[in-house]
């Protein structure tokens, strides 16, 4: 990759944002999901 000023960690530092990003954007889901059908939420939702 020779493009001027970009490097490899400005690459995985937008990766891990992308990724941070997508993983609450599918938890909102899922809260919304169970909230939509009335289910309590007691515990937290985890992915992993």
Do not use: N
Request: proline fraction near 2%; hydrophobic fraction near 40%.
């Amino acid at each position: 990759m020779d493009v001027k000023g970009l490097s490899i960690s400005h690459i995985k530092s937008h990766l891990q944002m992308y990724r941070s990003m997508k993983h609450e954007q599918i938890v909102q889901g899922i809260t919304s999901t169970l909230l939509i059908h009335g289910h309590p939420l007691h515990c937290r939702v985890s992915m992993f």
